[in-house]
């Protein structure tokens, strides 16, 4: 459906997680909890904290580092930054520009991206279109999070579930059709915004003392009701995707989704009829980080060689908005 397009390319990947580890056990001394419930229900055993100086520009940018290191690049030949985030360093400027002058990139148009958990994919459907325009050769797609610094550590229900860490790819203009980014399904739907949002902050509830007080600049979340969202509408996008680009579950090599909850996935994969062993899964070892888990996930799937030249990977994502898609890339 893409053919007369430019090709799209993935030149290289990277990420980057902070050195701390926060184990379960290390949560059950500050909030009322247990290593056994927190693996049973969401399969997380451990997550990174970043250190309280470092902030998520800082974390894209080692990211982006070592995916501009991958793909053989200088500072030069990236025109483009986009970050996915919802933990900015600041509600602006952007986390976008503050990584371009991190990196040290001379030309890079910088911006960031909010979709939350989906963010990254958003990104990446964002860089390949502007790749497309013709105004660009390569991007730098990044998605980051400092979601430690958004989480409210005396909420057992969901301070158990998150982590920090960021990932990176960049994209090329290419030419060879039929490899690289194919394509992208997303939806957003803002009727149930209230079922995963962080409430203060914005020019709705601006920062006071009583928002402070009231706890409203952390993240909340209606967990029951995200888990049936998450599986249906996971579900629902990878089966459009694939209905578009005339392929079969048989003929996708690896799925890397948002690495929510482990109890999520094999759902998924049960009414997908996807075996879950196609499936890469790291939340054991980092829990949810947000718009950096998917980038985080396939850059360890590539350095495993669990992705391999020709695969065809499927990518599933859901978060707050709400904000759910599917992108399909084929290894280069
Ligand atoms: N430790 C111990 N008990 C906990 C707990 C914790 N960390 N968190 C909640 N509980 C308790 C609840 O208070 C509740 O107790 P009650 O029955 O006495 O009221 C009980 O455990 C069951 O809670 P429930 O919310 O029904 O658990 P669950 O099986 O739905 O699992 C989640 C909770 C959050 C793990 C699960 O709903 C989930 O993963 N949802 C999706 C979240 C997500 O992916 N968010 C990110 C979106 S990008």
Known sequence: MTSELPS?????TGSYAPQKVLTNDEISTFVDTSDEWIHSRSGIKERRVAAEDETTSDMAKKAGEAAM???SLSPEDIDLVIVATITPDKPFPSTACLTQHKLGLPKAV????????SGFLFALETGAALLRSG???RALVIGSEKMSSITDWTDRTTCVLFG??????VLEKGTIQGTGFLGANLSSDGASSDILHMPGGGSLIPAS???VATRQHFLKMKGREVFKFAVRAMEQSAVDILQQHNLTTKEIDCIIPHQANLRIIELLSSKLDLPMDKFFI???RYGNTSAASIPLALDEAVRSKRIKSKD??????????LTWGSSLIRWP
Do not use: P, Q
């Not at 920090?164 to 790819?169: E, I, M």
């Open 8 to 12: 799209i390319t993935i030149k290289g």
């Open 110 to 117: 910088s911006f960031d991206i909010e979709a939350a958990c």
């Open 69 to 71: 290191k991958a793909a």
């Open 312 to 321: 065809m990977i499927l990518m599933l994502a859901f978060g707050g908005g």
């Open 164 to 169: 920090d860490s960021a990932g990176a790819v």
């Open 209 to 211: 003392e009583n928002s």
């Open 135 to 137: 105004n660009y050769k």
């Open 282 to 284: 790291n939340l054991d």
